[in-house]
Structure formats: C-alpha cells, structure tokens
C-alpha cells in the first residue's frame, strides 16, 4: 500500500466549488468529460430562470457577457486579442473550418501524428479528393517524436496539425518547438488542443500557433456544444468562408444595413445565433480557471500525474504506458496490468468508485487540479487491493 507520507501535495481548497467530491471523489475522468463547477452550474440554472421569467429583455446583458468570455479565452489561449477568437459548436467545427476553407496548392501536402483522435484525421484525410496527401507520422517511434514531424514536411507542405496532449496516453507536444519550425518554412500550424486547455498553460504567440480548437467539455470544465476557435488575424484571409450568416458581421444586430460584409475579426466564422446558455457556463468555468491561474492548475494537475506514475510504479505488476519523461507529461497517465486485461481492470475501478476509461490496451486517469493527495492515495489504495 502507498504510504500517504511518501508524497506531500498541497491541496487546492475547491470543494466549494466542486460538489463532485462529496459524491464521486476520485471521478478520474476529465479527459472525456469534466464535471460544471457550482459556479457554472449556477449560471445555467440563472439564465435559465431570467429567460423564463423574462425572455430577451436582458439581451445586451448577454452581448456584454460574449465579449467578456471571448477576452477570458484570448487570456487562457495566450492570444493577442479577443478578436481573434470565435466560438463555435465543437473542436471538429473548428479543424472543419480550416480544413474546407482553405485553397490548397497543387502537390499540397498535410502532416499529422499517427494516431490522432478521428476530429483530427479525419477532415484531412478527406482533402484526398481535393488533391492533397496527408502524411501521418509514428511519433512515439523514435527518441524525439518533434524532429521526426518536422523532418515529414517538405516545400510542399502546407499545414501542420497535432494535438497538444494526445488523447489516448497523454503523450504531450513540445509546441513552441513545432511552431516555430512551422514558422521558419511557412506552414500554417494547427493545434487541437482539448486535452490541454483549462489543464495546462497554453500561448498561441510563443508557440506561432495559427489555428486552434478546443472543446469546452473536458479540461475547461464546460458543457458540450461550445468551444474556443482561435484564428490568427494573418491567418483569417487564407480561410474562405463555408457558411454564410447575419450573425457573422460587425454589429450583426444592425438589420437594416443593405451590405452584409464578414467581419474581419474571427467573428466570420460564426454565421448564426450564438449559443448564449453554452456561453453563460463557459464564461462561469473560464472565470474559475482565470481566478485560480493558469499556472497554479498546471502546476496542480502535474503533481497529479507524478503521484499516479509513482503509485502504480509502486504497485506490483502495474505498467504505466504513458510516456513518463518531464516534457512529455500532463493530466493524463494511462496503464496496464501484466496479468489483467484492461477491460476488467476498468471494471473494477468503476465497481470501487475510481471513473476512468479504457483507451486501447490501457486503462486512462484524468484528474484535475481540484483533486488532491486525499483522492490519490484513494485511488492507489483501490489500485493495490486489487492485485
């Protein structure tokens, strides 16, 4: 059994905020969905009530809260201006959008990881009809999983787009690096970055990052149906515009102007109604996230994963198949078992109250900073009794 003296964790006093840990404490399992805050809750449960009781009479309350929650992702992304983010249905909405809108070269070709979430594959693969190759990369292969993507770009690559955090290990990319080699040969980088935002520091400056999508429902701890898209402003002209809509113009509630132009903001790529309760409860998460810095949860969540790698280090028989090295962490460790398939070792979690998910041959733990020692040497302890 791991002795709860051989780690000291300082705990982040959320449980306030986070009712969760009354019911499910050692819910591991925000790399599918993260629970609302009672924040955001509570937002929802308010703009539910005001638009029962009153409809759209507070409607320039919502305007104000849009502009509000779209400078708090322009912070949490690192952009230069809320300008530059626009907020869409989902991550693949926004991957979608870069890759139908733009005009590809002739010989043109993509490079991705080998194993990408299908959000992340499967839109490229498409542009096969339209001419362009998409190389996909092993990049767990070799020692530097960096060199061997830039190395798969050539003159006649034009896009480079990888997951911050991969979905299935928690396999993390140096991105700084990918940018700025990105940035040398003029290849529009795209991160698809759900399994980090709201869980470790990101900048889309330091890291020349062109496009970016992240879905609310994971690390941002926020409802599914929204998510951040965030387009460089020397980016935007290269997209051609795959929907058209009022809600996509400066000043859209403006109806009697005779042009109708897109915004020059990232506001055109939003062509309808926005999703006003999905932005009350993302602004409520984003500010939580904002209130307690960025840098504090990563900081958080990564001693979260070093008390997991240590744990089932611990533990007989256990093998964690995420990559362990410092750089390539975040709040994902996924393992196996030599004697017991993953599938029963989920099982069994479940059946003790620890909430995973099976990825492959591994079982996934995603906690998030809110967790502390308290619910990890719980989980340890579940872990060891069962073998």
Known sequence: ????????????EMNSQFPILEEHPLYFNHAAVGPWPRCTAQAVEDFARENMAHGSLKFWDWVKRDKALREQLAKLTGADSAADIALLKNTTEGISTVAWGLDWKDGANIVIPAGEFPSNRLPWLAQRARGVETREVDIRAGSDAERALIDAMDADTQLLSVSAVGWSDGFRLDLERLGSACHERGVLFFVDAIQQLGALPLDVERCHIDFLAADAHKWLLAPEGIAVFYCRDSARPQLNLLQQGWHMADQPWDFNREEWLPSETALRFEAG?????????????????????????????????DFLIRALREIRGFQVSSDTAMNRRSGIVSF??????????????????????????????????????????????ALAHMV
């Open 1 to 12: 059994m791991l002795a709860r003296t051989r780690v000291r964790l300082h705990y982040i």
């Open 273 to 305: 109604s926005p999703n006003s309760l999905g932005q009350a409860a993302l602004h409520a998460s984003a500010g939580l996230l904002l209130d307690t810095g960025m840098d504090r949860v990563g900081s958080r969540v990564l001693a979260n994963t």
């Open 336 to 381: 196996r078992h030599a004697d017991i398939k993953a599938d029963e070792l989920y099982r069994n979690l479940q059946k003790n109250g620890v909430f995973c998910a099976v990825r492959g041959q591994s079982v996934r733990l995603s906690p998030h900073f809110y967790q502390g020692e308290q619910e990890l040497v719980r989980a340890a302890e």
